[in-house]
């Protein structure tokens, strides 16, 4: 999945963040880099780059609305950790 794909994906899940299944977090996380590995029960997403984002998905494909706005939560880190000049600059503007 491309990055475009991938954002459009995060914007339909952020305007309704239940009715989503692995495959669409799969499609989500690996379009915005993250990596995973499958643990007992859950798959477990990280991203390479910053150690401390990752999520812990329950293994059923039945998953509740939390999920999905933890994974909207978890890529807005993401956008301002990849991004920090931007939210400077926000904060510095606010000030004018």
């Known amino acids: 999945?491309?990055?475009?794909?991938?954002?459009?994906?995060?914007?339909?899940?952020?305007?309704?963040?239940?009715?989503?299944?692995?495959?669409?977090?799969?499609?989500?996380?690996?379009?915005?880099?993250f990596k995973?590995?499958?643990?007992?029960k859950h798959r477990i997403y990280f991203h390479p780059k910053f150690s401390n984002l990752w999520i812990s998905v329950p293994g059923h494909d039945s998953?509740?609305?939390?999920?999905g706005r933890e994974a909207v939560k978890l890529i807005d880190d993401l956008m301002i950790l990849s991004n920090p000049s931007e939210e400077s600059n926000e904060s510095s503007n606010q000030g004018t």
């Open 36 to 40: 995973w590995r499958e643990g007992k």
């Open 63 to 67: 998953l509740r609305s939390w999920v």
């Open 1 to 33: 999945m491309n990055g475009a794909a991938a954002q459009k994906l995060l914007e339909r899940m952020r305007s309704s963040p239940s009715g989503w299944g692995q495959a669409d977090f799969e499609r989500l996380f690996s379009g915005f880099g």
